[in-house]
């Protein structure tokens, strides 16, 4: 089973932006999706995006869709998820996970519970 490590977290003001990256550890990804979440103190942890590996079909989350990109990477066999026009209330801990379960509508990724295999999460501050 693949393990999955974030990079690219960091503090930005508001408007900037960053972009987190997802490796597979291990093996390369053969997942049906991965996806992004995030958890900001005191809160649960919120679905972001998810990618369809093979057919690059995308989803997103109304509270970010057209300020993040996820995208991915087969020259590093990345995911990368681009934040632009970051605000302060994007400020979190940024999860990537993988899945080999297939939704057939893929909105269904947006339960936590249809993934597998989870990193450790990347620190995103976003300073007013």
């Known amino acids: 089973q693949v393990t999955v490590v974030e990079s690219g977290g960091g503090l930005v003001q508001a408007g900037g932006s960053l972009k987190l990256s997802c490796a597979a550890s291990g093996r390369t990804f053969s997942t049906y999706a991965v996806g992004w979440f995030r958890q900001a103190p005191g809160k649960e942890r919120e679905f972001i995006a998810v990618i369809r590996w093979n057919s690059r079909i995308t989803h997103y989350s109304d509270s970010v869709k057209g300020r993040f990109t996820i995208s991915k990477d087969d020259a590093h066999n990345t995911v990368d998820l681009r934040m632009d026009n970051l605000k302060p209330e994007d400020t979190a801990v940024y999860y990537c996970?993988?899945?080999?379960?297939?939704?057939?509508?893929?909105?269904?990724?947006?339960?936590?519970?249809?993934?597998?295999?989870w990193g450790q999460g990347t620190q995103v501050t976003v300073s007013s």
């Open positions: 996970a993988a899945t080999y379960r297939y939704q057939s509508v893929i909105a269904d990724y947006r339960d936590a519970s249809s993934f597998d295999t």
